[in-house]
């Protein structure tokens, strides 16, 4: 990898390292609605740092998703941590931009005690220490690069979290961040013993009929606008009753509307759980980061989300100004 990648971020790799073997005790923290970033990063740092005899624990607002409960440790993550939780542990936050995204649920946290490891674009650099690398294609590889300084062996199952963020967050070796250094850290890690096939089929194959059923919903309601370069969907409470579904059942939609032909920009608006978060996806044309700031949210070039408050017909407004402000 090209060290200057790591240049624009205001911690090196040196100075993050020499923290890790400083501290012994560690909370890893992942956002809201965990993906298999957030979560694979964490637990593959975490359980890199137990074999180096640390303290560990992992915090997370929301339940572990079910297509995730087969990563290592993801039984220990959880949402309440230890009374006798040292006061100098350093809370690693893994693939978000802002402490905000964790949630509501973290107590007060001392800024000399975070370690911010993300790719996202426009990082707010909120801890102490920044591990930000915007060119990486997920969190796990900016942690995969600091287990290579520490010298810490790959076992299988580290591997298989480390596989888990790369396949998460390429969409299975198909997004543009699909780079061939992503391709031979891969093969890396299924050398070490990552469980390829159970990332597959856990994640990416094994769909409940319930997701399938909703995937209909949500295509039947789509609008294609801007002469078709524009889709967008919603799915509410009455669809994930219909189909017997719940929030973890909507992850593959936006993929489906934003691979419909001639479509540049793909929005779906889920209006359960008392808001609505939006989810917005680009062929490389529309900056959907931009368009998300500018409604308070965030992510990459080509995926982003933010939450709206208010009614779905507002938000599908502010969303497409948004996406028209940013050349839609
Ligand atoms: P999603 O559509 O939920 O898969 O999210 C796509 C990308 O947008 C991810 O990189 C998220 O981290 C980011 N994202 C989603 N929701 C928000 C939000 N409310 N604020 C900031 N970033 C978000
Ligand atoms: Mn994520
Ligand atoms: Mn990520």
Same mark, same amino acid.
Request: hydrophobic share 40%.
């Given at each position: 990898?090209?060290?200057?990648?790591?240049?624009?971020?205001?911690?090196?790799?040196? =100075?993050?390292?020499?923290?890790?073997?400083?501290?012994?005790?560690?909370?890893?923290?992942?956002?809201?609605?965990?993906?298999?970033?957030?979560?694979?990063?964490?637990?593959?740092?975490?359980?890199?740092?137990?074999?180096?005899?640390?303290?560990?624990?992992?915090? +997370?607002?929301?339940?572990?998703?079910?297509?995730?409960?087969?990563?290592?440790?993801?039984?220990?993550?959880?949402?309440?941590?230890?009374?006798?939780?040292?006061?100098?542990?350093?809370?690693? /936050?893994?693939?978000?931009?802002?402490?905000?995204?964790?949630?509501?649920?973290?107590?007060?946290? *001392?800024?000399? #005690?975070?370690?911010?490891?993300?790719?996202?674009?426009?990082?707010?650099? /909120?801890?102490?220490? #920044?591990?930000?690398? =915007?060119? =990486?294609?997920?969190?796990?590889?900016?942690? &995969?690069?600091?287990?290579?300084? &520490?010298?810490?062996?790959?076992?299988?199952?580290?591997?298989?979290?480390?596989?888990?963020?790369?396949?998460?967050?390429?969409?299975? /070796?198909?997004?543009?961040?699909?780079?061939?250094?992503?391709?031979?850290?891969?093969?890396?890690?299924?050398?070490?013993?990552?469980?390829?096939?159970?990332?597959?089929?856990?994640?990416?194959?094994?769909?409940?009929? !319930?997701? %399938?059923?909703?995937?209909?919903?949500?295509? *039947?309601?789509?609008?294609?606008?801007?002469?078709?370069?524009?889709?967008?969907?919603? %799915?509410?409470? !009455?669809?994930?009753?219909?189909?017997?579904?719940?929030?973890?059942?909507?992850?593959?939609?936006?993929?489906?509307?934003?691979?419909? =032909?001639?479509?540049?920009?793909?929005?779906?608006?889920?209006? /359960?759980?008392?808001?609505?978060?939006?989810?917005?996806?680009?062929?490389?044309?529309? #900056?959907? +980061?931009?368009? !998300?700031?500018?409604?308070?949210?965030?992510?990459?070039?080509?995926?982003?989300?933010?939450?709206?408050?208010?009614?779905?017909?507002?938000?599908?407004?502010?969303?497409?100004?948004?996406?028209?402000?940013?050349?839609?």
């Amino acid at each position: 990898m090209m060290p200057q990648a790591v240049a624009d971020s205001n911690s090196t790799t040196g =100075e993050v390292v020499a923290e890790l073997r400083k501290r012994s005790a560690f909370v890893m923290v992942s956002h809201v609605k965990p993906d298999g970033d957030t979560l694979g990063a964490g637990l593959a740092l975490g359980l890199a740092l137990k074999r180096m005899g640390k303290r560990v624990h992992y915090f +997370q607002q929301d339940p572990v998703p079910r297509n995730l409960r087969f990563l290592p440790d993801s039984d220990k993550v959880a949402r309440d941590l230890p009374e006798d939780l040292p006061s100098d542990s350093l809370w690693v /936050f893994g693939d978000m931009s802002d402490t905000s995204r964790a949630g509501e649920f973290l107590p007060p946290i *001392d800024r000399e #005690n975070i370690l911010d490891i993300d790719h996202h674009l426009g990082n707010s650099h /909120f801890g102490r220490f #920044n591990y930000v690398i =915007e060119t =990486e294609c997920s969190t796990g590889t900016c942690v &995969m690069r600091l287990l290579r300084a &520490m010298n810490v062996e790959i076992d299988a199952e580290i591997a298989t979290c480390l596989l888990t963020t790369i396949m998460t967050d390429t969409g299975g /070796f198909m997004h543009s961040n699909t780079t061939p250094e992503v391709l031979m850290l891969s093969a890396e890690l299924m050398r070490a013993g990552a469980d390829k096939e159970a990332i597959t089929e856990e994640i990416f194959a094994n769909k409940r009929v !319930a997701a %399938v059923k909703l995937l209909g919903r949500a295509i *039947d309601a789509a609008k294609l606008d801007h002469e078709g370069r524009y889709c967008w969907s919603y %799915v509410d409470d !009455a669809m994930l009753q219909a189909c017997r579904a719940d929030g973890e059942d909507t992850e593959e939609i936006i993929g489906h509307l934003r691979s419909i =032909e001639g479509v540049e920009a793909a929005a779906l608006f889920k209006t /359960f759980d008392g808001e609505i978060r939006v989810s917005l996806r680009s062929n490389g044309r529309v #900056n959907v +980061q931009a368009a !998300a700031a500018r409604l308070g949210g965030g992510g990459h070039f080509r995926a982003s989300g933010l939450t709206f408050i208010g009614s779905l017909k507002d938000a599908a407004a502010a969303v497409e100004a948004a996406l028209v402000a940013e050349g839609l």
